[in-house]
T-cell receptor, first 113, second 114 residues
Framework: DQQVKQNSPSLSVQEGRISILNCDYT??????FLWYKKYPAEGPTFLIS?????DKNEDGRFTVFLNKSAKHLSLHIVPSQPGDSAVYFC????????????FGTGTRLQVTL | DGGITQSPKYLFRKEGQNVTLSCEQN?????MYWYRQDPGQGLRLIYY???????QKGDIAEGYSVSREKKESFPLTVTSAQKNPTAFYLC?????????????FGQGTRLTVV
C-alpha cells in the first residue's frame, strides 16, 4: 500500500521555466513533509520541508505548497537550472519529525537547455 | 566536516553469507536509520534507532539486524535470511524527536549478491 505517491515518474522542463513536481498521500496522520533531491549512486540531499500547519514554504528558488484537504503537495522550482536535473523524492512523517519517513517513488526531472 | 560516512561504497556477497554495512556519523545526532532503495522504488525503512542501545524494526526488517552500541555508529547486517538483498542501502541520521528537522543521508552502499 503506497501511502505516498508520485505519479509522474519523469518530467522534462526547459531551462528558465518552472518545474512542478507533485506528490499525493493517503495517510491523514502525516503532518510533516519533506522534499529530497537525489543523484544516481548518491544519498538524497534535503531541499525543503513543510509542516501541516502551513500551506506554503519558500526557500530561494524552491517553494512547497501543501493542500491538506486534497492530501496533495507540490514542489515548484523557478527558474529551473540544468543542475536541478535529478530524482526528486517527497517524504512524509506522522509525528512532525524526520523519524520514520515514508517516501514516494520519485520523479526524475530533466532540465534541458 | 560533519556528516555521515557509509562504507564500503560497493559490496559483493555470495549467497548464504552475512555481510555488515558500516554507518558512522559525527553530527551528534541521536537518531539513526537504515533505508533500502530498489530500482523504480522509493526508500523503505529497515531499522531505526532513537537512542543508544535501543532500536526498532521498520517496514522491511526481516532478514536484517542492527546494533547501536555507540551514538556515532549504526551498523546493518544483511543476513542470509534476507531473500532479495541486492539493493542500494542508505543510512541516515536526524536530531530525533526535534520537530521540523530533516534527516541527513550518507552516500549509500550498493550491495550485490553474486
Amino acid at each position: 500500500d503506497q501511502q505516498v505517491k508520485q505519479n509522474s515518474p519523469s518530467l522534462s522542463v526547459q531551462e528558465g521555466r518552472i518545474s512542478i513536481l507533485n506528490c499525493d498521500y493517503t495517510n491523514s496522520m502525516f503532518d510533516y513533509f519533506l522534499w529530497y533531491k537525489k543523484y544516481p549512486a548518491e544519498g538524497p540531499t534535503f531541499l525543503i520541508s513543510i509542516s501541516s500547519i502551513k500551506d506554503k514554504n519558500e526557500d530561494g528558488r524552491f517553494t512547497v505548497f501543501l493542500n491538506k484537504s486534497a492530501k496533495h503537495l507540490s514542489l515548484h522550482i523557478v527558474p529551473s537550472q540544468p543542475g536541478d536535473s535529478a530524482v526528486y523524492f517527497c517524504a512524509a512523517s506522522g509525528d512532525g519529525t524526520a523519524s520514520k519517513l515514508t517516501f514516494g517513488t520519485g520523479t526524475r526531472l530533466q532540465v534541458t537547455l | 566536516d560533519g556528516g555521515i560516512t557509509q562504507s564500503p561504497k560497493y559490496l559483493f556477497r555470495k549467497e548464504g553469507q552475512n555481510v555488515t554495512l558500516s554507518c558512522e556519523q559525527n553530527l551528534n545526532h541521536d537518531a539513526m536509520y537504515w533505508y533500502r532503495q530498489d530500482p523504480g522504488q522509493g526508500l523503505r525503512l529497515i531499522y531505526y534507532s532513537q537512542i543508544v542501545n535501543d532500536f526498532q524494526k521498520g517496514d522491511i526488517a526481516e532478514g536484517y539486524s542492527v546494533s547501536r552500541e555507540k551514538k556515532e555508529s549504526f551498523p546493518l547486517t544483511v543476513t542470509s535470511a534476507q531473500k532479495n538483498p541486492t539493493a542500494f542501502y542508505l543510512c541516515a541520521s536526524s536530531l530525533g524527536q526535534l520537530m521540523n528537522t530533516e534527516a541527513f543521508f550518507g552516500q549509500g552502499t550498493r550491495l550485490t549478491v553474486v
